[in-house]
């Protein structure tokens, strides 16, 4: 691999690699330099293993606390209740795991995008070979439409241009030279090079390979993305201090309760059974599975709408998300070049695809204008009768423009035939051309202002008088669009009555005006940036493009307003010194909306600066500059059709249609699963907490067992599961784009919602603690009828329960659960499993349920009511402090 290719001469590197500018590699060499270098690869991470995904589903904390109640289940030779256990795990793990591999299919699907292939010339014959076998001193041929294959230092040009936004985030194509760079020459600065992935846009050259594979600045950007540390999600963040906040609990209480029992003068194996009883009613059973199908059931939404999703906890990742960095090119903008100014004389349009047609009526009857048209039209190498997309972007947007405004570029062409052509060069950045009219011939040129203005002798700013009174003004307008971030072509012709040749078809040429282009906004984005700003979302755009482009783009889209600060905008040769200070008191770079001319390692930087400021960085891009950041972000999102490879591969979520729009979708999904996750959460640990304290207090007050280890797990499974399910099916709050983003570090259930839980967990206890007094002491029933007036209590309790949810604030006959029909469905399925078990001779006894007399069931469901009534008076009276 060669260093500084762009500041060594051709013939040096050709001397180096050993290799002939003309005839390239001789073939007999190419297998030694295959084994030296290796194939022209890029090590990818690849798409998960099967076996990997299994195992993740495994890694969570409830599912270790099952084993352990599964183990002890089955120690005490209860094989049903641990059977039983292992089913809830195999249940849990198979939804995830069949989830995940979906994505993992869709993925795979999108992948292998560019040119699998190159043509080289070696032994001097050109030749059709795949691009994983070029090796370092290849010449390589270049056309358009190619995608480069490795980074190489050009020998021959002719008209070449580059687009390299997937590498610079610049979205004009890059005309390329030959001639050797200074020594501290930027990457975005070497104009003598091609890079692995970027595109030819037209023209046609010829290069020296000079690195493959890994050492390209494609594998060496990867490898960074590599490096960069992954932050786990927010949701698993929660989910795992939930659980191991669960763990203790359950622990704690077990032993308490063994302990005191043991001390009381219970039987020590009955208190560690009871115990056992105490730990499968602490384990929300139900937890794994509800978040794994809510989560899933976002994940399936989204794909409907062309967003993939490849690990399912990113679905509520997006909606905890308060930071989107942005790439500009393509993702907010279209990726194309477009008129957006047009100075000539004293006249300036802006934004002229705005205005009416009718407008242009008179100014095509301008001669100035006319003649900037007919130069833009007929100085063009574009064809119009095929009009071909990966042409150059400028000639595009000009032939595209004039037909906007009524002409006809084919007929024009056709009506004056070219007669001599100056092809551009990058050196004169200009090019002109020649055409037969009657009676002689007319002379149109396009340029740079710099190059062209210099050689026009008068201007038709008036009535064609010396351009010399009007140079400096005519700088000014060209500096005015140029600080606005418009790309400018100025326009000349001459009229000749003879043929023109090369020698002198630039003399005496006549100033016409100047064109500013840019690649537009996207016309939908604006909205959902401001439904972003709603949402308490901050939306920040990281570029490598210039400042005053971003600047323009930014402001059209809405993350800028037109009066900003100034310290809102950054460019990247400033950033390295307030990065290098990020740990420290510096906040600035918190109030900014706009990062320019920035790497892919300060955009990586960027991303951990804002992490480590507490925030939760969501990162759209889709060029191979983005890859270490999409990595490093808590949600990389790449674009599924025009993104890289590289890129793709490293995110969480892909825009399968490339749509910014698409985003939005995915944060209101991901905020909807969160509320759900949730209000089942609350209820899933209030429900369960319920059976602690009941089976706790009976323990502590010598009343009848109210419920058996077999029976807590039927519950835990049947009526906690069927309406937390229920809960997250819902479709959640309609203003919930239009609330701030939970707080990155806060838990799953703040201060209140543990009120919420204490306070229905408790109401239920009582109530099944009643009964078990009552049945005990007035009734006098039996141990076994008591148990399952317990037990009966308990199900309808908990199924009322779930009418607890709703805000406190909402009416509690109609609210988001009451018209939930998933809940109603729910409950009665809970009731007819419940139903059938007792009707089930074997259930019955693995239950230890029979039938009760309709008084006796009468009185549960009399209970049942009383702890929704008692819950709602609590709530309602707030004799706690609530806020949901």
């Known amino acids: 691999m060669l260093q500084n290719a762009f500041f060594t001469p051709v013939q040096d590197i050709s001397a180096h690699l050993g290799s002939d500018l003309e005839r390239g590699l001789d073939k007999e060499c190419i297998p030694e330099r295959l084994q030296k270098y ?58 995830g795991y069949f989830m995940e591999l979906q994505a993992v299919k869709s993925l795979e699907a999108l992948v292998k995008m560019g040119q699998a292939s190159t043509h080289v010339i070696r032994s001097g014959q050109r030749t059709h070979i795949k691009a994983a076998d070029i ?168 794909t409907k709408k062309q967003v993939i999703i490849k690990k399912m906890e990113a679905v509520q990742t997006l909606g905890a998300t308060d930071i989107i960095f942005t790439d500009k090119t393509g993702t907010l903008t279209e990726d194309r070049m477009m008129v957006s100014a047009v100075i000539f004389g004293e006249t300036y349009l802006d934004n002229p695809y705005q205005k009416e047609k009718s407008h242009y009526t008179s100014l095509k009857n301008k001669p100035v204008f006319d003649k900037m048209m007919m130069a833009g039209i ?96 005519w700088k000014q307008k ?37 064109i500013g282009f840019l690649d537009p906004a996207r016309k939908d984005v604006k909205a959902v940036i401001d439904i972003y700003k709603k949402a308490g979302i901050k939306v920040i755009m990281v570029t490598g493009d210039h400042p005053g482009t971003s600047k323009k783009i930014a402001q059209d889209v809405g993350i800028l307003e037109v009066n900003d600060i100034p310290d809102k905008i950054w460019h990247g040769k400033d950033l390295n010194k307030s990065l290098d200070g990020a740990d420290g008191n510096d906040l600035s770079l918190l109030k900014a909306s706009v990062f320019a001319r920035v790497g892919p390692e300060q955009k990586l930087n960027l991303i951990g600066y804002y992490q480590r400021h507490g925030h939760i960085v969501g990162m759209i ?10 990595k490093k972000a808590d949600i990389g999102v790449a674009m599924g059709i025009r993104g890289a490879e590289a890129a793709r591969e490293v995110a969480d979520v892909i825009l399968k249609n490339d749509k910014f729009t698409a985003m939005e979708l995915g944060i209101r999904q991901g905020r909807v699963i969160f509320q759900n996750i949730r209000q089942f ?4 640990l209030s429900c369960n907490l319920a059976e602690i304290l009941t089976v706790g207090f009976a323990a502590l007050l010598n009343l009848p067992a109210p419920l058996l280890p077999l029976q807590i797990l039927f519950l835990n499974l049947i009526t906690d599961i069927f309406p937390a399910l229920a809960l997250g099916f819902g479709k959640g709050e309609k203003d919930i784009m239009e609330q701030p983003p939970k707080r990155p ?45 317990a037990f009966y209590t308990l199900v309808f309790a908990q199924l009322l329960n779930v009418f607890n949810i709703p805000k406190q604030k909402e009416s509690f006959f109609v609210n988001e659960i009451t018209t939930n029909l998933w809940v109603w469905g729910a409950i009665a399925l809970s009731l007819a499993l419940t139903l059938g078990a007792n009707l089930s001779t074997h259930l019955a006894a693995a239950f230890s349920l029979r039938m009760l007399s309709l008084e006796q069931l009468g009185y549960s469901i009399l209970f049942a009511f009383g702890a929704l009534l008692l819950a709602q008076f609590f709530k309602r009276a707030r004799i706690l402090y609530f806020r949901s």
């Not at 190059?451 to 351009?467: A, K, M, P, T, W």
């Not at 140029?482 to 009555?497: I, M, S």
């Not at 959460?681 to 899933?684: A, D, K």
Request: aromatic share 8%.
């Open 681 to 684: 959460v609350v209820y899933l």
């Open 135 to 302: 090796v370092p001193g290849d010449l390589i041929v270049l056309s358009p439409g190619d995608v480069v294959p490795a980074d190489a230092r050009l020998t021959h040009v002719d008209n070449l241009l580059v687009k390299e936004s997937v590498l610079t985030g610049e979205s004009l194509a890059v005309a390329k030279v030959t001639e050797p760079l200074p020594m501290n020459t930027p990457i975005t600065d070497q104009i003598n090079m091609v890079f692995r992935g970027t595109v030819i846009s037209s023209g046609f050259g010829k290069a020296i390979v000079t690195a493959s594979g890994k050492h390209t600045q494609l594998g060496t950007i990867q490898q960074m993305g590599v490096d960069a540390e992954k932050e786990r999600t927010p949701l698993e963040k929660k989910l795992n201090q939930l659980s191991n906040w669960l763990i203790g609990l359950t622990l704690g209480i077990a032993g308490l309760i063994i302990v005191i029992g043991y001390f009381r003068g219970n039987d020590l194996f009955f208190m560690i059974e009871t115990g056992v009883a105490l730990a499968v009613a602490a384990i929300p059973e139900g937890l794994p599975i509800v978040a794994t199908i809510a989560l899933a059931r976002g994940m399936i939404r989204l």
């Open 478 to 514: 060209v500096d005015t669009l140029a600080a606005q971030g418009l790309r400018t072509l100025a326009f000349a012709y001459k009229e000749e009555e003879k043929a023109p040749s090369k020698d002198n078809i630039l003399n005496g040429l006549t100033f016409l005006g100047t």
């Open 745 to 789: 570090k806060g838990p799953i259930l703040d201060r209140n919602d543990w009120n919420f839980v204490v306070v229905y967990g408790l109401s239920i206890s009582i109530a099944v603690v009643g009964i078990v007094a009552y049945a005990d002491r007035i009734l006098k029933l039996s141990p076994e009828t008591i148990n399952n007036m």
């Open 378 to 473: 007929l100085c063009n190498n574009v064809d119009p009768t095929a009009i071909n997309e990966q042409a150059d972007s400028i000639e595009l947007a000009l032939i595209h423009f004039a037909i906007h405004l009524g002409y006809d570029p084919k007929a024009l062409k056709q009506d004056n035939p070219e007669n001599l052509e100056l092809p551009f060069d990058s050196e004169i950045k200009l090019m002109a051309t020649a055409h037969k009219k009657q009676g002689g011939y007319t002379v149109y040129a396009k340029g740079a202002f710099e190059s062209l203005v210099d050689l026009c002798n008068f201007d038709l700013y008036g009535e064609g008088i010396g351009l010399d009174e009007h140079k400096l003004l």
């Open 621 to 630: 891009g889709d060029g191979i500059n983005d890859v270490p950041a999409l």
């Open 38 to 95: 290796g194939p022209n690869q890029i090590p990818e991470q690849g798409t998960k293993k099967r076996w990997t995904i299994f195992l993740q589903q495994l890694m969570d904390p409830i599912i270790y606390i099952l084993f352990v109640a599964a183990i002890l289940a089955f120690i005490f030779s209860d094989k049903l209740e641990s059977a039983a256990i292992l089913f809830v795990i195999l249940i849990s793990v198979a939804i």
